[in-house]
């Protein structure tokens, strides 16, 4: 994987071993929700992309918005899956994991 700090999101496809979850992931997994993601990617597998921050030449990958699918995709015993990846440091990647959080948070105020 060769992303350069400051570009756009490189898409790559990543170990899932590779990928560790984000610290600040603080909501509780709602289990229903859990059970018809886990059964629509049975169905059409994975639709968007995993987005993940990689802090400059370090090996290590985390997880900024895909939280449910990477349970999923955990769950389901995949070894590899699609990703957006984004190098920046750390302050970057916690701007970009509150605007997705934001983001995601909105749009299910508006479902």
Known sequence: MN??????PQNCSLKISEIRDNVLRLDFYSQSYLE??????????????????????????????GHYRIRILRRLQVKEVSCNVIVCDEEQAVSNYIASFIRKNSLSALG
């Open 3 to 8: 992303a350069e700090k400051g570009l756009s």
């Open 36 to 65: 018809e993601l886990k059964q629509s990617i049975e169905r059409e597998g994975l639709l968007e992309p995993l987005l993940i921050h990689k802090n400059g030449d370090s090996k290590e990958y985390t997880l900024l918005n």
